[in-house]
């Protein structure tokens, strides 16, 4: 979708180093949300954000944080990659009174 | 937290033929159910939604679904399938406006020619 980009689209890592995942969005929502999607798993929340400077865990957030300083922007930190972090990861977006979310495109970061 | 369950991870089916996905929730109380296509190497895109009303939900590119409260069940059907339908489809669930998805693990269909 326009309104959200997220970059990189791929990522290569080595085991052990720092990554940041950012997610911009121009749409003025609210609510933004950090996803991984592996093989039969679906997707599941890692981090989410109710507004600037106020965020909170879903249910896969060992080894990840997130910050959120802008209403517009929303990052997600591998602290410490590791290979269980190999995945495609998805930010998504939605406002207050909206149901549904709008998707980004994805990034797909592989650790080696 | 709610439970969205996919009863089938691939469904192949031939180019023109019906096609029906499965999926069922958990919760009984008021929810709001979302079916999301995501084509390879795509984000997801919204197929349809249902938030009241009618049972029936027609969205994009002809596929309906229809919510059954009694059976908590959001099955996707469309009559005929082209094979630009291959994709990977997921069942999602919404309990408040702004509130995180459930996601199910998704369904791959592949239409065959």
């Known amino acids: 979708d326009a309104g959200i980009t997220q970059s990189p689209r791929h990522k290569v890592t080595e085991t052990g180093t720092p990554v940041t995942l950012r997610c911009h969005q121009t749409?003025?929502?609210?609510?933004m949300y950090w996803y991984r999607q592996d093989p039969g798993h679906g997707l599941r929340l890692i981090h989410y954000?109710?507004?600037?400077?106020?965020?909170d865990k879903g249910e896969v957030s060992d080894g990840y944080s997130v910050s959120r300083s802008k209403t517009e922007d929303f990052l997600l930190t591998l602290e410490s990659a590791t290979s269980s972090q190999t995945s495609v990861y998805f930010c998504?977006?939605?406002?207050?009174?909206?149901?549904?979310?709008?998707f980004g495109s994805g990034t797909r970061l592989t650790v080696v | 937290a709610q439970s969205v369950t996919q009863l089938d991870s691939q469904v192949p089916v031939f180019e023109e033929a019906p096609v029906e996905l499965r999926c069922n929730y958990s919760?009984?109380?008021?929810?709001?159910l979302f079916w999301y296509v995501q084509y390879p190497n795509q984000g997801l895109q919204l197929l349809l939604k249902?938030?009241?009303?009618?049972?029936l939900v027609k969205g994009i590119n002809g596929f309906e679904a229809e919510f059954n409260k009694s059976q908590t069940s959001f099955h996707l059907r469309k009559p005929s399938v082209h094979i630009s339908d291959t994709a990977e489809y997921f069942c999602?669930?919404?309990?408040?406006?702004?509130?995180?998805?459930?996601f199910g693990t998704g369904t791959s269909l592949t239409v065959i020619p």
């Open positions: 954000s109710y507004g600037v400077k106020d965020t």
């Open positions: 999602a669930v919404q309990d408040n406006p702004g509130n995180q998805f459930y």
């Open positions: 919760s009984s109380v008021s929810v709001y």
């Open positions: 249902y938030l009241s009303g009618s049972t």
């Open positions: 749409e003025n929502h609210r609510y």
């Open positions: 998504a977006t939605t406002g207050a009174l909206n149901y549904g979310y709008t």
